[in-house]
T-cell receptor, first 113, second 111 residues
Framework: DSGVTQTPKHLITATGQRVTLRCSPR?????VYWYQQSLDQGLQFLIQ???????AKGNILERFSAQQFPDLHSELNLSSLELGDSALYFC????????????FGNGTRLTVT | GNSVTQMEGPVTLSEEAFLTINCTYT??????LFWYVQYPGEGLQLLLK?????DKGSNKGFEATYRKETTSFHLEKGSVQVSDSAVYFC??????????FGKGTTLSVSS
């Protein structure tokens, strides 16, 4: 058990809808990363937060947004969903110190129909 | 930009066979290099890492050596077990930046 909790485990929704994915980092970790895993693109970095502030952005679409709350949990919001957004979305956390390894949650599998 | 290239799978081996999964990287400067493993239905777990040239990372019988001259970080294990069946990801990071992953290599070990 990595200590990172993601909910829900599975999500099925229709095109055009909006969903929210939630992540609770390991106790004490200040930094949260979101990754998208799909068969064709592999693992793509979306966005990173550190102690409530956005730290880095990767290949995140404008239809997607995220935030980290004062209790350090994070939410990833996906809107105007398209079939191509179907993927596994992982959250990972780390204390935020240099070279500290990422601890991944088990992911949320999103299916857009 | 920075990138990681892994050998494509799947890799299919018999138990006790020798494993090599090739990984090469492109990056400026001196990145840290990692191998992560993903078991079915789970998130990624750190397997081993190396932070500077000629460092060898090792864990659970797996090893990888950071070779700057060949920009490689190949994963090896002398004798694989059925329980090693998983997807293996090579990754790099520059100080303070997010991990960049390769596309993953599926390993299937049969008894």
């Amino acid at each position: 058990d990595s200590g990172v909790t993601q909910t829900p485990k599975h999500l099925i929704t229709a095109t055009g809808q909006r969903v929210t994915l939630r992540c609770s980092p390991r106790s004490g970790d200040l930094s949260v990363y979101w990754y998208q895993q799909s068969l064709d693109q592999g693992l793509q970095f979306l966005i990173q937060y550190y102690n409530g502030e956005e730290r880095a952005k990767g290949n995140i679409l404008e239809r997607f947004s995220a935030q980290q709350f004062p209790d350090l949990h994070s939410e990833l919001n996906l809107s105007s969903l398209e079939l191509g957004d179907s993927a596994l979305y992982f959250c990972a956390s780390t204390p935020g110190t240099a070279d500290s390894p990422l601890h991944f949650g088990n992911g949320t599998r999103l299916t857009v129909t | 930009g920075n990138s990681v290239t892994q050998m494509e799978g799947p890799v299919t081996l018999s138990e006790e066979a020798f494993l090599t999964i090739n990984c090469t990287y492109t990056a400026t400067g001196y990145p840290s290099l990692f191998w992560y493993v993903q078991y079915p239905g789970e998130g990624l777990q750190l397997l081993l890492k190396a932070t500077k040239a000629d460092d060898k990372g090792s864990n659970k019988g797996f090893e990888a050596t950071y070779r700057k001259e060949t920009t490689s970080f190949h994963l090896e294990k002398g004798s694989v077990q059925v329980s090693d069946s998983a997807v293996y990801f090579c990754a790099l990071s520059k100080r303070g930046t997010a991990l960049i992953f390769g596309k993953g290599t599926t390993l299937s070990v049969s008894s």
